[in-house]
């Protein structure tokens, strides 16, 4: 049996038809950059992510890049965040000018641990930015008093958590509603995917969402005149059509997620050798990865992937031992729980269209190699 790590082919029949006219109706207007689907997209992605402001760019990176840029970092500036995500969190830190300052993950979740965030804070940090890793929140209610007590941001990494949420002082909180400011990504592979790159940042400050909406078409908000020198980092109208035509179905997706994690959680039980992903009591969890810790990992997954399991290895080498980071300083040891974690995970398939004999195929076969 085949079953691949993400079935986007599975999805498309579900969308294919709400989306088809609109596209259409976009080629015969021949207005491709911003305009109307875009605005509309930011207003329902504020919505569901309880933020007052919404603003399209041009990837999850761009997402990250265009808010730090906003915070005018100067050299030797620090951003903590966390050693144990995708590279573009710390890259956007780094080409907005500033310096990663990286602390470990909790065990469990895999998310910054805020003892450390404290620890780590200096005269210099600017920001502190946490990862909501694989689809489940951080900390936030943590994070955010050091924050606050001191006046700096919280810039939400979100790329992977779009609708997740997280009960905090008995109250549900969006990903996205706490930050000072906000990035989600619309890569394809994202629980709201789009046919391309594309991201959105979100703000409740109106300063922040200028600033952004600014630094996104060259640093003007009036054409031809330049108050400062941005990007070009736009959505497409395109891609904002076809987001537009998935976002009814996203709640009902990262449930079918949740659903899938469940029954996961339910077969592997008994297996010593291997550990379900930890929700955090806190948080509702929109599963964008499933990803296991398991005894020798490297071959379970050479083993799923010779038995034609898609599976794959969320990362498999912490940022602060990236070469390109060499000239941070930082060895091997500094982070042991991000560093364990780079030589135990492994994301199996988990996406909403999965069937239960799939996932049973997915466990026996793991239960076959260990031999139990
Ligand atoms: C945690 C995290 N941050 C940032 C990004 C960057 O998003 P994009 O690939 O849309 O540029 C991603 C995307 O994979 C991500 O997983």
């Known amino acids: 049996m085949n079953v691949p790590l993400l079935d986007l082919k599975a999805q498309h029949g579900a969308i294919r038809d709400a989306v088809v006219p609109r596209l259409m109706e976009l080629a015969e207007s021949q207005q491709f950059i911003l305009g109307k689907p875009v605005q509309e997209l930011e207003t329902r992605i504020a919505e569901l992510s309880r933020a007052r402001f919404g603003v399209g760019v041009a990837s999850g990176t761009d997402a990250l890049l265009v808010p730090l840029k906003a915070l005018d970092l100067k050299p030797g500036d620090e951003v903590i965040t966390t050693p144990f995500t995708f590279f573009a969190t710390a890259g956007a830190i780094h080409n907005a000018g500033g310096t990663p300052v990286f602390v ?40 955010l008093p050091l924050a606050e007590r001191r006046g700096i941001p919280l810039v939400e990494d979100a790329a992977q958590a779009i609708g997740a949420r997280r009960k905090v002082g008995g109250q549900w909180r969006m990903a996205g509603e706490l930050g000072a400011v906000t990035g989600f990504s619309f890569f394809p592979s994202k629980n709201l995917g789009g046919w391309g790159d594309g991201g959105m940042v979100v703000a409740n400050d109106q300063a922040m969402a200028d600033r952004v909406r600014s630094l996104r078409t060259h640093g003007g908000a009036r054409q031809y005149y330049h108050d400062e020198v941005g990007i070009n980092s736009r959505l497409d109208a395109l891609q904002a059509v076809v987001l537009l035509a998935k976002l009814p179905y996203l ?28 929700t955090d009591p806190a948080n509702e969890h929109i599963f964008h990865q499933y990803v296991i810790e398991c005894d020798r990992r490297d071959e379970l997954l050479a083993h799923l992937k010779a038995k034609d399991i898609g599976c794959a290895v969320y990362y498999p080498l912490a940022l602060h031992l990236q070469p390109c980071f060499r000239f941070l300083g930082y060895k091997p040891g500094a982070f042991p729980v991000a560093e364990a974690a780079t030589g135990r995970v492994l994301a199996l398939p988990v996406y909403p269209e999965l069937t239960e004999a799939q996932q049973q195929y997915v466990v026996d076969t793991i239960r076959g190699f260990y031999g139990k």
């Open 104 to 143: 470990d993950v909790e065990p469990r979740t895999w998310n910054i641990d805020p003892a450390a965030v404290e620890a780590a804070i200096t005269p210099r940090t600017r920001a502190i930015m946490p990862v909501h890793l694989f689809g489940q929140m951080a900390a936030m209610e943590r994070l």
């Open 251 to 278: 709640a009902s997706w990262s449930a079918a997620r949740r659903a899938n994690a469940g029954r996961y959680a339910r077969m592997l039980g008994g297996l010593s050798a291997v550990c379900p992903p930890v």
